[in-house]
């Protein structure tokens, strides 16, 4: 996977709203919430151009059974893929445009996810450090994209914790 920063594309958001919308459309009631999380979902900020999407969900043995549905759409089921209780789902392949997160509602996850969001949107500073970072990442990591996030991971873990106590706060 190539490991690319652009900079920040103001028609991210329409992309995930109308893919929020066929989401919706063939998940019906089993997609309670539909968030855009991720370096896409923080106007400014550089990021690899896909955007990452958390679907909570009621039951994960449900979405299971909607494979074929999510094929349909372009997308990849991957499972777990290192995360319990996360559904995977890649759309694109190797040149990956969307990636979806599902959790049942109330996991951890989608707390965090969304409160480093949130943080990183009312935190510029904080907002172009973590740019610097992924742009320098990206320069150094030869598009091997584990080394890419291996170099991003004690960042995140950092601002993550700034965040959810920011957010409890709030």
Same mark, same amino acid.
């Given at each position: 996977?190539?490991?690319?920063?652009?900079?920040?594309?103001?028609?991210?958001?329409?992309?995930?709203?109308?893919?929020?919308?066929?989401?919706?459309?063939?998940?019906?009631?089993?997609? %309670?919430?539909?968030?855009?999380?991720?370096?896409?979902?923080?106007?400014? %900020?550089?990021?690899?151009?896909?955007?990452?999407?958390?679907?909570?969900?009621?039951?994960?043995?449900? %979405?299971?059974?909607?494979?074929?549905?999510?094929?349909?759409?372009?997308?990849?089921?991957?499972?777990?893929?290192?995360?319990?209780?996360?559904?995977?789902?890649?759309?694109?392949?190797?040149?990956?445009?969307?990636?979806?997160?599902?959790?049942?509602?109330?996991?951890?996850?989608?707390?965090?996810?969304?409160?480093?969001?949130?943080? %990183?949107?009312?935190?510029?500073?904080?907002?172009?450090?973590?740019?610097?970072?992924?742009?320098?990442?990206?320069?150094?990591?030869?598009?091997?994209?584990?080394?890419?996030?291996?170099?991003?991971?004690?960042?995140?873990?950092?601002?993550?914790?700034?965040?959810?106590?920011?957010?409890?706060?709030?």
């Amino acid at each position: 996977m190539r490991v690319e920063i652009v900079e920040s594309n103001p028609k991210w958001p329409d992309e995930f709203n109308f893919e929020k919308l066929k989401l919706k459309e063939v998940l019906g009631e089993l997609a %309670l919430e539909i968030h855009h999380i991720g370096s896409t979902s923080i106007p400014g %900020l550089a990021a690899k151009p896909i955007i990452d999407i958390i679907i909570e969900i009621s039951s994960l043995s449900a %979405l299971d059974q909607q494979t074929s549905v999510m094929n349909s759409l372009g997308y990849e089921a991957k499972g777990e893929y290192g995360i319990d209780g996360r559904r995977y789902f890649i759309k694109g392949g190797s040149d990956r445009s969307h990636q979806i997160h599902a959790f049942k509602t109330g996991d951890s996850n989608i707390y965090r996810h969304i409160a480093f969001r949130d943080y %990183l949107q009312s935190h510029p500073e904080v907002m172009q450090e973590y740019a610097i970072l992924k742009r320098k990442l990206a320069k150094v990591c030869n598009d091997d994209i584990d080394m890419y996030c291996d170099g991003k991971d004690e960042f995140i873990k950092l601002q993550e914790s700034k965040a959810i106590m920011w957010r409890s706060n709030a």
